[in-house]
């Protein structure tokens, strides 16, 4: 399997969230495990920013409430895996941006898997065709075989078991941004980014709102900020 170039974390480190999820759009996540290696084109991400008092307060964030030992690894540098069980049962990763303080993830929603097919249809035996593989943060999670001892991986190291890669760069007209998924609040934020060519991104699903002065958030997605357009 030829190696491409690492992805340099300081396209990452300086990011905005908008920024962060339109760089790795079309960059390539590789995880080794004791089965193999599979390798996805990352084709559908979603960014989540931090705490109120920050540039970005995002209260869909797994961190909008300050860090915890679940979700240290979005306050710290970027470049870092942030794995956690989405209603207890998928695991779905993110991967950090921003300075390390500040809170920030983009979850890597679908992928189409492009090298260690087999592997991944084995770890997936119910997806029919194979852009299904890695379609949706679930999904993602079970064909690479994430899982929560990923969690704080340095992916743009060669020593890491999740390796991210420079990908050939999706062009401006192919990609398409629109509302985030699964979450209950601040959900209308355009911060979904995909790759309107691939048959691998996953379905639209609206959310259904909390009422007003509600508290108690239902978080299934990671971290972002508060921006409205495409960098």
Not at 99 to 125: S, T, Y
Not at 138 to 156: D, F, H, K, Q, T
Not at 199 to 209: N, W
């Amino acid at each position: 399997m030829a190696q491409p170039t690492l992805f340099d974390v300081e396209r990452l480190a300086g990011a905005t969230p908008l920024q962060a999820a339109r760089r790795l759009l079309g960059s390539l996540l590789e995880v080794e495990a004791a089965d193999g290696v599979v390798r996805m084109r990352i084709v559908e991400v979603e960014a989540y920013g931090g705490t109120p008092d920050s540039r970005f307060p995002d209260p869909a964030s797994h961190g909008y409430r300050g860090p915890t030992d679940r979700n240290r690894v979005m306050f710290g540098s970027a470049g870092h895996l942030y794995v956690y069980r989405s209603y207890g049962i998928h695991w779905c990763a993110n991967i950090s941006y921003g300075h390390a303080g500040q809170c920030g993830g983009v979850l890597m929603r679908a992928g189409e898997i492009v090298d260690g097919l087999d592997i991944a249809r084995l770890r997936r035996p119910t997806a029919r065709a194979g852009h299904q593989l890695a379609c949706g943060p679930g999904n993602v999670g079970s064909a690479l075989a994430i899982s929560r001892e990923l969690n704080g991986s340095a992916v743009c190291t060669g020593e890491s078991p999740v390796r991210l890669f420079r990908g050939p760069r999706v062009p401006a007209a192919a990609v398409e941004n629109g509302p985030r998924v699964g979450v209950s609040t601040a959900q209308d934020r355009p911060w979904r980014l995909w790759d309107g060519r691939s048959l691998a991104v996953s379905k639209y699903r609206r959310a259904q709102s909390l009422p007003s002065g509600t508290r108690t958030l239902r978080l299934s997605v990671p971290a972002a900020g508060t921006e409205g357009s495409t960098p």
